[in-house]
């Protein structure tokens, strides 16, 4: 299986987790030295940006010679950053059931971000939701730590879970009360939480950037179905993940509206974000894990 291209549905198969994680981060930190985001270099654990008005005394002149871009060589005293990772767990991620695409994917993320705060020696904590918090643990960069959020990220893909909806809302909210420092927040949802009434969501967002946090909202689709309603003129059975009610339709009948509709509801939540300073990634599933990690590590770089 090529790391750098995984197969969803081997990712529940093969089953180590936490070695698929550093396998595609260090794939993917290799391939940018190939790539036009070579200042990303592998010594990025070591070093931060330079910021104008800084001293000069600790710029990296080695790095800056092989990038052209200059750096300052960091120390592991320094304060490091802290990230909560926020997992949506409800049905909905499950889709589509025959690889359960969206959680698997948001589920790899995950880990992969949870490595690569690791190797940079910041403290991570993982929380799961749906209708309300599921698991949230503690903040900490130990390797014991990290390998027990491995295994609750692995439980996801393996629980038969029930019908579970979502209330992103609620628990953004219950979230900007609980961090008390100022920290990273990494959302994977597909943000699908009673849509008709999005204020809410924008007001949840809204109070996470208010109490000073850095916002990174991985919005996980399966864009071919889910946004551009790309399914064969033929009648379907749709279900309802979240709810299990079921309405019989032929695709080409509302997939003008459908579009519409969520079309609409996703810019209005790209735009609420941009008001809010907060990034905003579309995370199509068939992409791969690439825009996540550079988003990541554009973010982090920033914040330092």
Not at 74 to 89: A, M
Not at 95 to 102: I, L, Q, T
Not at 155 to 163: A, E, F, G, H, V
Not at 186 to 194: E, K, P, Q, T
């Amino acid at each position: 299986m090529s790391v750098r291209q995984l197969d969803l549905a081997k990712v529940r198969e093969f089953g180590n987790l936490e070695f698929l994680a550093k396998q595609l981060v260090e794939g993917f930190i290799t391939g940018l030295h190939k790539s036009p985001f070579h200042g990303f270099s592998v010594e990025f654990a070591e070093h931060q940006l330079y910021n104008t008005g800084e001293s000069t005394r600790n710029i990296d002149w080695k790095v800056f010679a092989k990038t052209d871009r200059l750096y300052v060589k960091r120390y592991e005293e320094e304060t490091n950053l802290r990230c909560h990772i926020l997992l949506d767990t409800s049905s909905s991620m499950y889709y589509p059931e025959d690889n359960y695409g969206k959680m698997t994917f948001s589920v790899m993320a995950a880990a992969s971000l949870t490595y690569l705060l690791q190797r940079q020696k910041d403290a991570v904590s993982l929380c799961t939701f749906s209708e309300q918090i599921e698991v949230q643990t503690a903040v900490k960069s130990t390797p014991s730590h990290v390998h027990k959020i491995m295994l609750e990220l692995e439980q996801q893909l393996q629980t038969n879970r029930p019908l579970l909806k979502t209330s992103v809302a609620d628990v953004l909210h219950q979230i900007a009360e609980k961090i008390h420092k100022r920290s990273l927040v990494v959302i994977f949802s597909d943000m699908f939480d009673n849509i008709e009434d999005a204020d809410k969501i924008f007001s949840a967002l809204q109070h996470l950037r208010h109490n000073l946090h850095e916002v990174l909202l991985f919005h996980v689709t399966d864009r071919k179905t889910e946004e551009n309603f790309a399914f064969e003129n033929r009648p379907y059975e749709f279900i309802d993940l979240e709810t299990g009610e079921k309405i019989k339709v032929q695709p080409e009948q509302v997939r003008e509206s459908y579009q519409q509709f969520v079309g609409d509801f996703y810019q209005k939540l790209k735009l609420k974000c941009g008001q809010y300073k907060i990034d905003f990634i579309e995370a199509d599933i068939a992409k791969g894990f690439d825009p996540v990690l550079l988003a990541y590590l554009v973010k982090h770089s920033k914040m330092r």
